[in-house]
């Protein structure tokens, strides 16, 4: 079928099933023509660089052929033509385009939107149940991922490297050695919205032998304000917005989904790539790593270090990093995120009934105490099991001046002034009588 009529039909049928069965049937057919143009659509590594393209509103035109659309295409990816010249060029296409032609399939390909609930995932689905050509698969976008490292626990031997989690947004770099520049969320969206950063990376692109992709977090001075601006139209502000890389690999493996390159090595060409163009790349940092041993005692004093300086500089908590393992397009075991934990002792002051279903019963235990010189009030109210909960509310008179252990991922400043705790959780106490500490 013409491909224009299968989207009409793919954006008529509301029914998944009926279109998955539309897409089979295209396979079979093997309709080469509708899966490429798919691919140019919802593969989100191909961009196209333009923003607005018209609909056509007068039925004229002979038709334009699909390998004249493709000569489009391919100088727009490659950015042979951008500006005035695209502009031109695409509204040539569309003169030559019958109006179906152009409103229902080859506009839509442009703007990356075939309008007809389809997505990669559909597409992938259908190709794989069939066993049709593989060149009729889409490129799913993807980036390396942690896992918690409270469920990887096994995990936590040798050598590790060492990072900050930043709190920022996650941003994948395309550099190309002819100056171009894209740049993704972890999702495949494209971000436009950091010009000064790809404009450094643009300045530096020539020393690069092939395309790469550098991997990081864009920090702003507030997080907030960050996210604000991330999705902006126009008035952007985010010149003070700095991207800190932790990866770098070929853009031909992060196509692949694996760079079998170690992470150790990996670091070391970061950071001999960064040497060389640090001055000029302003808003272009290393995020700084260290390398631990989890089984030697100078180690894990370390990682504890690590860990409370984390926590005064508000990160959001530490990466485990393992040295020799590749760079896989998915979530891996091999990148671990921990939160930092602070343990402190507090006294007890005093005790809130619960609301729900611990009416009747403690709802949290109030806690003041000193922590690295910062007084602390707070109510810490998880961490109890129903049966002590009953218990301690029917004991308050004997809980006043108890020392009860509580963790939590960060000291807070509230408004007026005074500290408390970020999600603050009862361990244990911390003796049997008022003021003991065991």
């Given at each position: 079928?013409?491909?224009?009529?299968?989207?009409?039909?793919l954006e008529s049928d509301n029914s998944r099933l009926g279109k998955e069965a539309?897409?089979?049937?295209?396979?079979?057919?093997?309709n080469d023509i509708l899966f490429y143009g798919i691919?140019?659509?919802?593969?989100?590594?191909?961009?196209?660089?333009?923003?607005?393209?018209?609909?056509?509103?007068?039925?004229?035109?002979?038709?334009?052929?699909?390998?004249?659309f493709v000569g489009l295409l391919n100088n727009l990816l490659n950015r042979k033509i951008t500006g005035n010249n695209a502009k031109d060029e695409i509204n040539r296409a569309m003169s030559m385009a019958t109006i179906d032609e152009w409103n229902y399939w080859y506009r839509r390909i442009l703007?990356?939107?075939?309008?007809?609930?389809?997505?990669?995932?559909?597409?992938?689905?259908?190709?794989?149940?069939?066993r049709a050509s593989d060149k009729y698969l889409v490129p799913v976008f993807s980036c390396q991922l942690a896992q918690d490292s409270t469920d990887q626990q096994s995990k936590l031997i040798g050598r590790k490297q060492i990072e900050v989690k930043l709190d920022g947004v996650r941003v994948l770099t395309f550099v190309y050695p002819d100056g171009r520049v894209i740049?993704?969320?972890?999702?495949g969206k494209e971000l436009e919205n950091f010009p000064h950063i790809r404009n450094q990376f643009s300045e530096i692109s020539e020393a690069l032998s092939e395309p790469w992709v550098f991997d990081g977090e864009v920090m702003s001075e507030k997080f907030q304000d960050l996210m604000k601006q991330l999705n902006r139209k126009e008035?952007?502000?985010?010149?003070?917005?700095?991207?800190?890389?932790f990866d770098m690999i070929p853009m031909k493996d992060f196509v692949a989904g694996m760079c079998l390159e170690t992470q150790e090595t990996r670091s070391e060409a970061l950071n001999i790539w960064y040497n060389l163009v640090k001055d000029s790349t302003p808003n272009i940092k290393i995020l700084s790593s260290e390398i631990i041993n989890f089984e030697t005692v100078a180690?894990?004093?370390?990682?504890?270090?690590?860990?409370?300086?984390?926590?005064?500089?508000?990160?959001?908590?530490?990466?485990?990093?393992?040295?020799?393992?590749?760079?896989?397009?998915?979530?891996?075991?091999?990148?671990?995120?921990a939160k930092p934990v602070i343990s402190l002792d507090l006294g007890v002051v005093g005790v809130e009934e619960g609301t729900g279903k611990n009416k009747g019963s403690l709802g949290a235990i109030v806690c003041e105490g000193e922590y690295n010189g910062k007084n602390i009030s707070v109510n810490v109210g998880s961490g109890f099991s129903d049966e002590e909960r009953n218990d301690i509310w029917g004991n308050q008179d004997k809980l006043i001046g108890q020392i009860a252990e509580v963790l939590a991922d960060a000291v807070t400043q509230n408004q007026d002034g005074t500290y408390s705790l970020r999600f603050p959780r009862f361990k244990s106490w911390r003796g049997f009588t008022a003021g003991e500490k065991i």
């Open positions: 079928m013409i491909p224009w009529k299968v989207i009409k039909a539309i897409l089979e049937r295209e396979a079979r057919d093997k691919r140019y659509a919802l593969d989100n590594m191909l961009t196209f660089g333009v923003k607005q393209v018209p609909e056509k509103k007068i039925a004229s035109g002979s038709g334009l052929s699909w390998s004249e703007i990356k939107d075939l309008r007809c609930g389809l997505s990669e995932k559909t597409v992938n689905k259908v190709v794989n149940n069939i740049q993704f969320s972890r999702n008035n952007v502000q985010t010149s003070d917005a700095v991207l800190h890389l180690g894990r004093d370390r990682l504890r270090e690590i860990n409370e300086l984390a926590i005064e500089g508000g990160y959001e908590g530490i990466m485990i990093k393992d040295l020799n393992a590749p760079y896989e397009c998915k979530r891996s075991s091999s990148w671990l995120k």
